[in-house]
T-cell receptor, first 116, second 114 residues
Framework: AQTVTQSQPEMSVQEAETVTLSCTYD???????LFWYKQPPSRQMILVIR??????QNATENRFSVNFQKAAKSFSLKISDSQLGDTAMYFC?????????????FGKGTKLSVIP | DAGITQSPRHKVTETGTPVTLRCHQT?????MYWYRQDPGHGLRLIHY???????DKGEVSDGYSVSRSKTEDFLLTLESATSSQTSVYFC?????????????FGDGTRLSIL
């Protein structure tokens, strides 16, 4: 079974600064997908970014980028130029490819606070 | 935003009563999922559906049943609610099997069982 670990329960960052959230995972599969979801106080689950394991290039979406280290099974999220609206819970999630790839396995989340 | 509506948004009920949560989608997506979110656990899959009348169990399915009689509706039922089922429940949908199509989530239902 796959597991996803987020070792930082809470983090804070000054507005306009850069912050990195950590995520490690455990799997015996070679092909899979990784995701970061954001959950603001409104409780919505919003997809931030996704990475396909067979792609070496790190995914980027505006101010959000990932550092994907496949051998180390690490998938960190970097938020640049942090904004007050980035305050939220962030969840790392894993999904394998192929038959049975119906389930997202989530980490326990990191609560990020952006300080003015 | 994906067209996903969960109802009710909030519910308080008593132990032993039956409870049904509804997820309605307007995207015509084939796959639908029910998760629960608890402090310290992230989100965990309860049941999922891969088509009308086609459902299967997830990680934490005990005490829950589901039904899908139409593409757009996926119902989650607690036959006899217990306090351990107090949680926030999320419905999700995806267009295709597998993770090349990400799951999109509803706004959640907060369920309290006293």
């Amino acid at each position: 079974a796959q597991t996803v670990t987020q070792s930082q329960p809470e983090m804070s960052v000054q507005e306009a600064e850069t912050v990195t959230l950590s995520c490690t995972y455990d799997t015996s599969e070679n092909n899979y997908y990784l995701f970061w979801y954001k959950q603001p106080p409104s409780r919505q689950m919003i997809l931030v970014i996704r990475q396909e394991a067979y792609k070496q290039q790190n995914a980027t979406e505006n101010r959000f980028s990932v550092n994907f280290q496949k051998a180390a099974k690490s998938f960190s999220l970097k938020i640049s130029d942090s904004q007050l609206g980035d305050t939220a819970m962030y969840f790392c999630a894993f999904s394998q490819v192929g038959a049975g790839s119906y389930q997202l396995t989530f980490g326990k989340g990191t609560k990020l606070s952006v300080i003015p | 935003d994906a067209g996903i509506t969960q109802s009710p948004r909030h519910k308080v009920t008593e132990t032993g009563t039956p409870v049904t949560l509804r997820c309605h989608q307007t995207e015509n997506h084939r796959y639908m999922y029910w998760y629960r979110q608890d402090p310290g656990h992230g989100l965990r899959l309860i049941h999922y559906s891969y088509g009308v009348k086609d459902t299967d169990k997830g990680e934490v399915s005990d005490g829950y049943s589901v039904s899908r009689s139409k593409t757009e509706d996926f119902l989650l039922t607690l036959e006899s609610a217990t306090s351990s089922q107090t949680s926030v429940y999320f419905c999700a949908i995806s267009e295709s099997w597998g993770s090349n199509q990400p799951q999109h989530f509803g706004d959640g239902t907060r369920l309290s069982i006293l």
